[in-house]
């Protein structure tokens, strides 16, 4: 109960564009892994929300290679994102793939650390594991000279998660002298 709280107005459930398409729907009531990964690419966020909890909740392990593909596809769409490689990086970090022991993580790992898009890069540094092989990914990314600042910052503070490391000190005492920073 709250005196600020409108009662003399209606809601408004939706709006959308005139000219716009409505976004595909998906039935996941089947069990169909396809329309899981179909959903990760849709361009509706609640679409890739449902179906990035659906594969956790489930432990849906066996699409660990689809959402690796996903992660190491390259496109961005008009904004610069790749919202189906961020979403496939949070599943398999949910899946517990991102454990430090799966090389073949440790690879795609790196491989979205180099992705061109910036959110994949920094999503990227927020899943992964807190290894020295980790540590050892960033610094030779040179994520700490990433030209997005926001990127930079998670890079720094993925390091100071990190084990330490005298390179890494030195790294970071350098990009401590950089203004932007």
Same mark, same amino acid.
């Given at each position: 109960? #709250? &005196?600020?709280?409108?009662?003399?107005?209606?809601?408004?459930?939706? !709006?959308?564009?005139?000219? *716009? /398409?409505?976004?595909? @729907?998906?039935?996941?009531?089947?069990?169909?892994?396809?329309?899981?990964?179909?959903?990760?690419?849709?361009?509706?966020?609640?679409?890739?929300?449902?179906?990035?909890?659906?594969?956790?909740?489930?432990?849906?392990?066996?699409?660990?290679?689809?959402?690796?593909?996903?992660?190491?596809?390259?496109?961005?769409?008009?904004?610069?994102? #790749? &919202?189906?490689?961020?979403?496939?990086?949070?599943?398999?970090?949910? !899946?517990?793939?991102?454990? *430090? /022991?799966?090389?073949? @993580?440790?690879?795609?790992?790196?491989?979205?650390?180099?992705?061109?898009?910036?959110?994949?890069?920094?999503?990227?540094?927020?899943?992964?594991?807190?290894?020295?092989?980790?540590?050892?990914?960033?610094?030779?990314?040179?994520?700490?000279?990433?030209?997005?600042?926001?990127?930079?910052?998670?890079?720094?503070?993925?390091?100071?998660?990190? &084990?330490?490391?005298?390179?890494?000190?030195?790294?970071?005492?350098?990009?401590?002298?950089?203004?932007?920073?």
């Amino acid at each position: 109960i #709250n &005196p600020m709280r409108d009662r003399e107005h209606g809601r408004i459930y939706r !709006l959308s564009y005139k000219g *716009g /398409e409505d976004s595909k @729907a998906f039935d996941f009531t089947k069990g169909n892994t396809k329309e899981l990964i179909a959903a990760l690419k849709s361009e509706n966020l609640f679409w890739r929300m449902t179906a990035q909890r659906l594969i956790v909740e489930q432990k849906l392990t066996d699409l660990t290679p689809e959402l690796y593909k996903l992660v190491e596809n390259q496109s961005m769409d008009a904004i610069g994102l #790749n &919202p189906a490689a961020i979403h496939a990086l949070w599943a398999l970090h949910g !899946l517990g793939v991102f454990n *430090g /022991e799966n090389q073949e @993580a440790q690879v795609i790992i790196e491989k979205a650390l180099a992705h061109p898009s910036a959110g994949v890069r920094k999503n990227a540094l927020k899943v992964m594991p807190r290894s020295a092989a980790s540590l050892q990914a960033i610094l030779s990314s040179k994520l700490i000279q990433d030209p997005d600042l926001p990127t930079r910052k998670e890079a720094f503070l993925a390091i100071s998660e990190m &084990p330490f490391s005298e390179g890494a000190a030195k790294a970071l005492l350098n990009a401590a002298d950089v203004t932007e920073n």
